[in-house]
């Protein structure tokens, strides 16, 4: 009797970790390859790539606040600091974007690291205070540094496209874009979960963020740790950045908008931090439900907020609880019968 | 990394050597001048009246709190101001007061936390067999794979300390282990806490208020009182000791 239930808690907990293989992964990008052969309205691959982009970031954000449980806000600097970094590289240096894109991404990562610096020695909500006061302050640092070329008010303009062997992607080549950033997104999120989560570093991040005192006491350094989360999610959210730099060609300070910010919150509330795929999910939700409320104007970010308000009252760890909800519920029909 | 050892711990039988160790908070001086050695193997006792610095004192031994000054040596090298995890790489390991655990994961992966990032980390491919082995010496075999989230306490102070041997210490510090223990209990983590210093080649220093069951443990006792060390002795002796009845129960001729 008590090896029965033994097994079947057995069996529980070795599903969480793999109720998402691999396997199933890659399968859910090959048919997002296969549809976007079909898919060929300007528009739809748009979303689409905007869904691909968006999803990087999310993931990057769930690494550093919902794995490592660090009240990061800054997350959207790091956005920025990609697509400034690759955006000027390539328009005022002559830097090519192949190379510019992945320098954005260090960039970003090297930011992450300023960022991360003085969180060390602040603790849980303080943190979440200083990071948003970066966030709050990059727009204005924007504006006072246009004189090193980064068009203030205006915008970073005239950001070129990317040239591979000859081959120009252009800000119209939409389906290029489409698995341009399909290909990215679904690299940068395997890796994330499948790989950093899953490793060391991954079980460092989950034990500081449940008991840091614990884990201190058993050999984890806050301070690696901590550091290798902010500056792996600022690397990725930047890589994200200086991709949506060159598609859309313009950068203005508005990435780092209240919309914006907004909008990358709504995701993670929605799909739920700390499981994946709740994130991602979460960001492919809200960038077409975004679209879709396009035409409802003024309504549209009222409409957003009662969606946040009603998954945060109906489904407080968000959407990717619905599964194990219904797996609860199988269960227990299954026990009964 | 190595510094030369002062004289103190040239013996080779002491583990960690304390030399006139202060902890301030403010004004308040937690640990005043604190001086005693821990000896290789022994199961040392540290009590002593709330607010005598007790914790402190384990927290400053354990890296979690810096010392304000003195000397701390552990195996020959100095340690104050070694965060903590740098310190249970070392070979220091401590449990807490108020049981604290890794709530989303298994009672398992809560123990090989500890292997993995304690001494050797990573290295070598047994570690798989070191957790079990750990969890099968503190009696959590059946339910190793279950969640942690409906753990009662003395499940979650079995995995804790499940966790904090795994990082193959040589010094372990418990604090308070027996608090929140009923009769019973106490005397089946008595034993497994003797039955663990047999087993192990292990140096146990517990924090504990229940005096008598920490007099069945140790070998010696300390007295802690106002921040300061009353006594050190055999628990026969440090029982009978009219200084320290008086800590514990008033002076008696105010009596």
Not at chain 2, 112 to 119: D, L, P, R, S, V
Request: glycine fraction near 10%; charged fraction near 15%.
């Amino acid at each position: 009797m008590k090896d029965q239930t033994a097994a079947t808690a057995n069996q529980m907990t070795r599903r969480q970790p793999s109720a998402f293989s691999s396997l199933t992964f890659w399968a859910i990008v090959g048919g997002l390859a296969v549809l976007g052969m079909f898919v060929d309205d300007p528009y739809m691959q748009h979303v689409l790539i905007l869904c691909f982009l968006w999803a990087i970031v999310a993931a990057g954000w769930d690494l550093v606040l919902g794995y490592a449980g660090i009240y990061n806000y800054a997350q959207l600097v790091f956005f920025a600091a990609g697509a400034y970094g690759s955006g000027m590289l390539a328009a005022k240096l002559g830097v090519s974007p192949i190379v510019a894109i992945p320098l954005g991404g260090i960039f970003a990562g090297f930011m992450g690291l300023l960022i991360a610096l003085p969180c060390l020695r602040l603790r849980g909500e303080y943190i979440a205070l200083f990071t948003f006061a970066v966030h709050l302050a990059m727009p204005p640092l924007i504006l006072k540094t246009k004189h090193w070329g980064t068009g203030g008010n205006t915008g970073l303009l005239g950001i070129p496209p990317i040239d591979l062997f000859g081959f120009t992607i252009g800000p119209r080549d939409k389906l290029a874009w489409f698995y341009l950033t399909l290909a990215v997104a679904s690299v940068a999120i395997y890796i994330i979960y499948f790989i950093v989560l899953r490793r060391r570093m991954g079980k460092a991040f989950v034990a500081l963020r449940d008991s840091e005192d614990f884990a201190r006491s058993l050999g984890v350094s806050d301070f690696r740790y901590k550091l290798l989360a902010f500056m792996s999610s600022a690397l990725i959210t930047g890589l994200a950045g200086a991709l949506y730099a060159h598609y859309t060609t313009v950068v203005t300070p508005k990435i780092l908008g209240n919309e914006f910010f907004l909008l990358a919150m709504v995701m993670l509330a929605i799909g739920g931090i700390g499981r994946f795929p709740g994130a991602v999910l979460g960001a492919f939700i809200v960038t077409i439900a975004n679209e879709l409320l396009r035409s409802a104007g003024n309504m549209r970010l009222l409409l957003l907020g009662l969606a946040v308000v009603l998954t945060v009252l109906l489904l407080p760890s968000g959407i990717v609880s619905l599964r194990e909800n219904f797996q609860r519920l199988w269960r227990k029909t299954r026990a009964k019968q | 990394m190595s510094e030369p050892a002062p004289a103190t711990s040239t013996n080779a039988d002491v583990l960690m050597s304390l030399n006139d160790v202060v902890r301030r908070f403010g004004a308040l001086r937690a640990l005043d001048g604190v001086t005693f050695d821990i000896m290789q193997g022994e199961m040392l006792g540290v009590a002593g009246p709330n607010g005598a610095g007790k914790t402190t004192l384990l927290n400053v031994c354990t890296g979690v709190l810096p010392a304000t000054s003195g000397h701390i040596t552990f195996d020959g090298q100095a340690i104050r101001g070694m965060p903590p995890n740098q310190c249970c790489q070392l070979g220091i390991a401590r449990t807490f007061q108020i049981p604290q655990i890794f709530s989303s994961m298994t009672v398992r992966e809560n123990v090989a936390t500890g292997a993995e990032f304690g001494i050797g980390q990573g290295g070598g491919g047994n570690i798989e067999a070191h957790v079990s082995d750990v969890i099968d010496l503190v009696g959590l075999t059946p339910q190793q794979s279950n969640s942690v989230t409906d753990a009662d306490l003395l499940t979650r102070k079995r995995i804790m300390l499940a966790a904090a041997l795994a990082t193959r210490p040589k010094l372990l510090f418990l604090d308070e282990p027996l608090s929140g223990l009923n009769a019973d209990e106490v005397d089946s983590f008595v034993a497994l806490f003797q039955r663990l210093h047999a087993a192990l080649d292990l140096t146990f220093v517990i924090v504990e208020h229940k005096v008598r069951a920490l007099a069945d443990l140790s070998e010696r006792i300390l007295i802690l009182n106002f921040g300061s060390v009353l006594m050190i002795d055999t628990p026969e002796r440090v029982l009978s000791d009219e200084r320290v009845i008086d800590v514990y129960l008033g002076t008696r001729n105010l009596a």
